[in-house]
Each structure stands twice: as C-alpha cells, then as structure tokens.
C-alpha cells in the first residue's frame, strides 16, 4: 500500500526504501507510515505545494513525514504571520525543508541572533523572505561573514548594507568573493572600483561572469566604447540588471522625445542612471528644459538631471516671479544649487517652495509667450 502509494505520487523506489530505513520512520507500522504520508501530503497540496515540491523536500528531509499535520499547519502559519506570502513559504521551505521541524522558539531564537549583530527586526524578516537560508546560519557564522567582509575593504555599516541588501551572500565564503573581485578585475576594472560597484549594487555579486561579459558586449553594439562601458557600469552598476531589449528601449524613447541619438548617448555616457528613470519622467524634465530654453543643460551637464522637475521648477518660478530674474544658461546653475545654500540665501525650506510653486508645465510655456 505504501510503497504503490509512493510510485504513484512520483516518488522513486529508492525512496520508498530510503523511507521505511530512515532513522524515525523505522519506527512506524507500514501502515502508520502510509497514512501519515498521505496526510502529509494531501496537506501541503491544499496548501499550493507541487508533487514535485513535496519530493524534493521529502528527499532532503524525510522526517517530514515524522510531523503531525497540526505542526505542519501551524508553522505555516507562524511564517505566514511573519509576513510571509504563501509563494515566499513555499521557496523558503523548499530552500530549507528542515524549518517544518523546527519550533516556533527555535525561530524566534534565531531571528534575535540575526538582530543582534545590527539589524532591525523587520529588517531581518524581509530579509529571510529573500533568503531563509538565512536561519541555518549560525551567529557565529555571521559574525564571522562580517569580520570577512570588513577585511575586504568595507566598514561594517557598509557590510550590513549589503547583507540587508543582498542576504544571499551570506551563503557564499569568503574565497568566493575574493575570487569574484579577482575574475571581474580581468574585465577591465579597477579593484577598488570594483568595492564601489558591490557597495552601489550589492547583487552584482549573484550575476555571473559569463553575464557580465554579454552586458558589456551588448553595450559596444549599442555604439559605446569598451571603455565607455566600464565607465558607465563602474558608475552606474544596476546597468548590469537591465535587459539588452530595456536598455535599447529606453535609448529609442529618449530619442522621440526629440533628443538626437548622439546626444542620448553622450547623456548616458556621463549620467547612465538615466536609463533607471522612467520614460514619464524624463520626458518631462526634457520638456521642461526645453520650455525654458535650457535644452543644453541636458548636454552640458546631464547630472542635473537627477534633480527632480518639481524642485527645478519651483525655483525656477521663485526667481522669476519673487526675484524678476531670468535663469539662461548663463545662470543655470541657481537652479542647481544646495538646497542648504538655497534656504540660507532665500529663506525658503524645500517643503514651503514645493508647495508654492506646484509644477504646471503649461504656465511656463504660457509665461514665456
């Protein structure tokens, strides 16, 4: 009955055996076995699990089936109460087939552990839901992982960045890093560069060198030298989670926006970060620009781009209609400036000129009728 069982739902004969000789299941009557499997099973289905899910976790874990069906529920649940999506149980499950033995105390033991090498609690919980392996680290091991990274050149508020950031790491040792920052030396970049990207970008750590070598090839056919490219990736290293298909979207609709294709280049070249901003969004600080006569703004210095349209706009209107002053590309930079210097020197917090002046792109264009 067992065993048909087994081959039925998927499982291989091997695994029937491996079963009914495995530690506390050779303690159960076949028949006690079989219907613990069963109920097992038929639970973590109405739950969303797949044949497939439950045999992987049975093989990697097979006193799963040594748990009541009440402890598999309940610790569903603890997870689901911990901000869990069922989706998110289920990976971490999979990633760790153990967690259904652990208890909630265990749990909890872990979590403060995690914590107390500086996170937040809620940080922690986010992070697990990434990464559950996670709680089969032991404290030990993380200060450990911390120390490692501190040896690398980081500060240990930078370390517990990237952790937070990229909790998957805690899963690689120290060789691997090392190793990563030597093999992505070979492409072209500077070690301590190379520190800056993974502070910037913790995940570049997860993409491989076999990826990274395609996303630099598909950025020469873009028209970008090699050492354009490593320019603008040691800049800007999210670049490398972008698509070849996004990238050379985003590069076409900056384009219909009215800019020539040299020029978004020449853009992207000195502020790729552009290509992380939506198409709605730099189409209006292109228009903007343009509305105001300051279209070379956007050649000259491209990282004034990264200043919103709403506070550009804002001031733009304080000096034109508080100050009677023209900004030209001459004085540009007064939209520009700190906004430390900018309060000092006018007396208006960010907040209070925001809400004065509310972008109305249609005013402007009116205005200078």
């Known amino acids: ?15 029937y055996f491996t079963f009914i000789n495995y530690n506390k299941l050779r303690e159960y009557k076949k028949e ?31 006193l799963l089936y040594s748990l009541s069906v009440e402890k598999i529920t309940s610790r569903i649940n603890d997870f689901i109460r911990y901000g869990y999506k069922m989706k998110e149980v289920i990976r971490a499950t999979k990633q760790i087939p153990r967690l259904f033995n652990y208890n909630i105390d265990l749990i909890e033991r872990k979590i403060n552990n995690i914590c107390s090498i500086g996170f937040k609690r809620e940080e922690v919980l986010k992070m697990l839901r990434s990464f559950s392996s996670l709680l089969s680290i032991g404290e030990g091991t993380l200060n450990t992982k911390l120390d490692e990274f501190c040896s690398l050149g980081f500060t240990r508020e930078e370390a517990l960045k990237i952790f937070k950031a990229f909790p998957s790491v805690l899963g690689h040792t120290k060789e691997y890093i090392v190793n990563r920052i030597d093999i992505t030396s070979k492409l072209g970049y500077k070690k301590d560069n190379i520190i800056k990207m993974i502070k ?37 290293p999210t670049l490398f989670n972008y698509t070849f298909t996004y990238i050379k979207d985003k590069i076409n609709d900056i384009v219909s926006l ?60 304080f000096f034109k209609e508080e100050l009677n002053q023209e900004i030209t590309m001459n004085n540009y930079l007064k939209l520009f400036m700190s906004q430390e210097r900018f309060e000092s020197s006018f007396g208006y917090t960010k907040e209070e000129l925001l809400s004065k002046y509310l972008f109305d792109l249609e005013k402007v264009k009116e205005l200078k009728k």
Do not use: W
């Not at 009955?1 to 695994?15: A, I, P, V």
């Not at 613990?36 to 045999?55: A, H, M, R, V, W």
């Not at 070598?213 to 598909?218: F, R």
């Open 200 to 236: 910037k970008t913790p995940n570049i750590l997860g993409i491989s060198l076999q990826s990274m070598k395609e996303k630099l090839e598909d950025l020469c056919d873009l028209g970008f030298s090699y050492s354009e490219v490593i320019n603008m990736t040691t800049n800007h």
């Open 258 to 317: 009215g800019l020539t294709m040299e020029e978004v280049k020449h853009i992207i070249k000195v502020f790729p970060s552009i290509l992380g901003l939506s198409i709605e969004n730099i189409k209006e600080k292109v228009e903007f620009y343009d509305s105001i006569g300051l279209h070379d703004i956007m050649i000259i210095n491209p990282k004034k781009l990264m200043q919103s349209v709403n506070l550009s706009y804002a001031r733009y209107m």
């Open 1 to 15: 009955m067992l065993k048909g069982y087994l081959l039925s739902f998927g499982f291989t004969e091997e695994d």
């Open 32 to 62: 006690t076995l079989y219907r613990k499997t069963k109920e097992i099973n038929e639970c973590l289905l109405s739950y969303g699990y797949t044949n497939y899910d439950i045999i992987y976790m049975a093989r990697i874990n097979p």
